[in-house]
């Protein structure tokens, strides 16, 4: 069922339509509200427009960077894996897989 909820970012009233939870929709825009902030704070002047692009530059850069911390990780999952089958491999004698 869509709903709309009614959530304030940076100083502006927005509706959003959705599906998701209330306290889930509320919960993104704390964050991106947050973000704004901190930004602005580092700012000598800043439109509402210019912190909305910096503060989506920014969290698109954090997603890109744990996109490639998880596909790290995998990575090293899979070396160790298939390090670990040679090592059983080399352990089990030879006439088990035949």
């Known amino acids: 069922m869509t ?4 959530v304030e970012i940076y100083g502006q009233r927005y509706s959003i339509r959705g ?3 209330d306290a889930y929709i509320r919960r993104l825009a704390s964050f991106v509200d947050d973000h704004m902030k ?3 704070e580092g700012m000598k002047t800043a439109t509402p427009s210019k912190l909305a692009v910096l ?8 997603l890109f960077e744990a996109e490639k911390k998880r596909a790290q990780g995998e990575a090293d999952v899979e070396r160790r894996m298939v390090n670990l089958m040679e090592s059983i491999e080399e352990q089990m004698p030879t006439s088990l897989f035949r």
């Open 38 to 40: 901190r930004l602005a």
């Open 3 to 6: 709903k709309t909820i009614d």
């Open 19 to 21: 599906q998701a939870e």
């Open 55 to 62: 503060t989506a530059v920014n969290l698109a850069h954090q």
